[in-house]
């Protein structure tokens, strides 16, 4: 395996926390004091808690020592499914959730992610700025208020055999979120051999061979070490990783508004400032798995064209069931729009 404590592994794991936002928000405080508790899965001492920790410190100056940061490093808070749980009973009071995990919350949230709906980040910031309101708004009816957006790079095919074509995967046993039967069910309509896992066993499952591929964003395969275990990846843009990160409403109902619209800032700020660096960080994780290893296949044009015809045949399973249908057309729609205005 690989030392994780090298500067491209603490950089890039880094890049993976910081890609869906900065969180945090409180749930034990007196008069004076507000005890952010804070879960992520970054190991102590790793340079995200030291990010995290500074970003404390700039909470505590902004609120004159009433904000106090307490960070549970190393996945001590468990999978999102386990964070979004401890939200809700008041042991966390924020998180960093894919859209994934804000999809057991809301279904709309996942329509940001749809395979092969997307074809740059152009059109994903286009309809995100114009869709995320009324997504933030569908949590907030479910108790979570969205502090910002963010995207941790494009989902990617990993594989222990060499695969390219989508006959070739169905051939393979392909790892999918656990807990999430909608999603599992669209994979299944387009003809796939789903394995749900947690996140935290897929790794296992790929040294047991329970798993053979997966689909995730290079910059989580290369902190993972997953792809040590699949090292060929079909270089074909699936789909983003967008997430947010969210805050429990009833908790920040009671911050004081000044107060409120200070942490926003900050977390806006932290989030914004990163998101160039990391979509560009992809590319340094792919250069760093392939100096390792990694083989990497580029698909031709009929290839894509198979692929984006795999997708459009489950989008019936997502559209309703998956997403909602009218996030679902309201997407499109969007996407329509602005390609009109490009030309493209």
Known sequence: MFDVNQPIFRRLSLAIFLAVGVTSLPAEADAKKIRIKLGTLAPRGSKWFQSLDKMGRRWKQASKGQVQLKIYPGGIAGDEDDVIRKMRIGQL?????????????????????????FRSYEELDYVRDRIGPKLASELEKRGFVVL?????????????????????FRKQKLYVWSGDPQSEAAWRAGGFNVVPTANSDVLQGLQTGRLESFAIVPLYALASQWFALAPNMLALKWAPLSGATVVSKQLWAKLDPELQAQLKTITVEESRASREEIRGLGHEALKAMVDRGLKVYDPDEATIKAWRVIAQEAYPAIKGKVVPAPVFEEIQQLLSEYRSSQGT
């Not at 924020?94 to 329509?111: E, F, H, K, Q, V």
């Not at 910002?148 to 070739?168: L, M």
Request: net charge negative; proline share 4%; no cysteine.
């Open 93 to 117: 009071h924020a998180a960093t959730l894919t859209n994934i995990g804000l999809g057991s919350i809301d279904r709309s949230t996942i329509g940001l992610q749809i395979p092969m709906m």
């Open 148 to 168: 910002d957006w963010g995207d941790a790079g494009w989902v990617h095919f990993f594989s222990k055999q060499k695969a390219i074509t989508p006959e070739e």
